[in-house]
């Protein structure tokens, strides 16, 4: 039977534990070059009669995908020891049999760097999807206005870089920044970040309506549509490496994290917003593992969204130990669901479906599925629990396991969105009923003692 990349793996390791047996399996490395050839490498000295014999019985079950150079070393044999220890390493499941994982990557090795520690005040709140059309911008937007009107300073950061759509919902074109996100990362690695373009990356939006204070970074400024011929030839450079003048290699992630620090000041900002890229591109890791923030995952009810979900699911499954306490990142991620329909066994049934996925796959305990009687838990770390909040916002299993839900209604206005001519649906007795899960596990989490204490009439249709 021709092996091709599902396979690849499991037939290494159905070789090296028959071969070697099941204990050097477990301790050993597996490294996966950036073609896809593999080659495993021992916890323990191998002696030349064994690396000759196993090596053949390798290539020979392995075909295209065993690396050409070598295929199995000892842990004595040159360049061994920096693959055994090396931190980067990944611990995979394959065919029940959990083993390490060294992936070398062309691309997307943003993926393989563990998710992020929480991040420090201002919290970070990163909406992302894994494809467009599911409302994400339209309810980061809803979500910046209704927190700006409630006397709080509010940053908005557009990750999106092919597909933005905040700049232009946020801002008017007089009110736009010079420069945007796409061009920070390019000038990061060229002519660098001082404080004058640091100061022409962002622009206040007239959607504050005189209350708080809301800011927005788009991902293009004004320079970027004046000479839109380039645009593309930005976005080409965008994701490259920076290598600084001492040589130290960053990579996207990296300068996404530096770019967002460098605005993360809590006496400016009481929350940052950041639109992540739809899909699993090697650029959406940095906004959804980099970031320490709490990460709003959009999807529909649809086969897309859990294909999608199953994926991104069973990579981030890596990250969990199979007898630890499941890690706080976890703990950050929210589901929301898009377009939800008003029926609410409808809508149980798509959280009912993103609990079977994340327990198929190793995410959460398998008892997460079958819990029939969830234990109240906070929605976002150490925020209390707001009793009136429905069962049906999160699930868990008794004492381990969680992964929330919130909708955001289907409601006709709000697509094709532009609040600048719609200013109406920017009134709190509107978006409330659409968006009112989604914002109140928001403002749940934002501290209170940080947030300014506002009056404000929610009958008024200018309320924003």
């Not at 697509?415 to 001519?421: C, H, I, L, M, Q």
Request: proline share 6%; aromatic share 6%.
């Amino acid at each position: 039977m021709t092996i091709r990349f599902d396979d690849s793996l499991a037939a290494l390791a159905r070789v090296v534990a028959t071969e070697l047996g099941v204990g050097l399996l477990h301790s050993g490395v597996a490294l996966r070059d950036a073609v896809g050839r593999l080659a495993f490498f021992a916890a323990d000295p191998l002696d030349s009669e064994v690396v000759e014999r196993v090596s053949q019985s390798m290539r020979q079950r392995l075909g295209a995908y065993a690396r050409d150079d070598r295929v199995l070393a000892g842990r004595d044999d040159i360049g061994a020891r920096r693959i055994l220890d090396d931190p980067s390493r990944v611990t995979v499941d394959v065919d029940g049999c959990r083993i390490h994982l060294l992936d070398r990557r062309l691309v997307g090795a943003d993926w393989l760097l563990a998710p992020a520690e929480p991040s420090p005040p201002p919290p970070r709140f990163v909406f992302a999807s894994i494809k467009g059309g599911v409302g994400r911008s339209t309810a980061l937007a809803v979500v910046a206005a209704d927190l700006a009107y409630r006397g709080q300073r509010v940053l908005v950061i557009d990750l999106d870089l092919e597909a933005p759509g905040l700049g232009p919902m946020l801002l008017d074109d007089r009110a736009l920044p010079e420069f945007g996100t796409l061009d920070a990362l390019v000038e990061n690695g060229l002519s660098g970040l001082d404080h004058s373009f640091l100061s022409d990356l962002i622009a206040p939006s007239a959607l504050a309506g005189g209350h708080g204070r809301l800011d927005v970074m788009p991902a293009l400024g004004r320079r970027a549509l004046a000479h839109p011929s380039d645009v593309l030839a930005k976005i080409a450079r965008a994701y490259a490496e920076d290598v600084g003048p001492d040589g130290q290699v960053m990579s996207f992630r990296g300068q996404v994290v530096d770019l967002i620090q460098r605005f993360s000041d809590p006496t400016k900002y009481d929350a940052i917003l950041v639109d992540a890229r739809a899909g699993l591109h090697e650029s959406t890791a940095a906004s959804f593992l980099g970031l320490g923030a709490e990460v709003l995952l959009f999807g529909l009810d649809e086969p897309q969204t859990f294909q999608g979900f199953k994926a991104l699911f069973a990579h981030l499954a890596r990250f969990v130990s199979v007898d630890g306490p499941l890690p706080e990142w976890l703990w950050r991620l929210t589901i929301v669901q898009g377009k939800a329909p008003l029926e609410s066994e409808r809508r149980d049934a798509f959280m009912e479906h993103c609990r079977d996925i994340a327990a198929e796959v190793g995410l959460t305990p398998r008892g997460a599925a079958a819990s029939s009687d969830p234990l109240p838990a906070e929605p976002f770390g150490d925020v209390p629990w707001d009793d009136s909040m429905s069962d049906e916002q999160v699930f868990a299993d008794q004492d381990k396991a969680l992964v929330a839900a919130v909708q955001v209604l289907d409601d006709q206005n709000y697509r094709g969105f532009d609040p600048f001519t719609r200013r109406d649906l920017l009134s709190e007795r509107i978006y409330s009923a659409t968006f009112g899960s989604l914002l109140e596990l928001i403002q749940a989490s934002l501290s209170a003692d940080t947030a300014p204490s506002v009056v404000h009439d929610t009958e008024s249709p200018d309320a924003v």
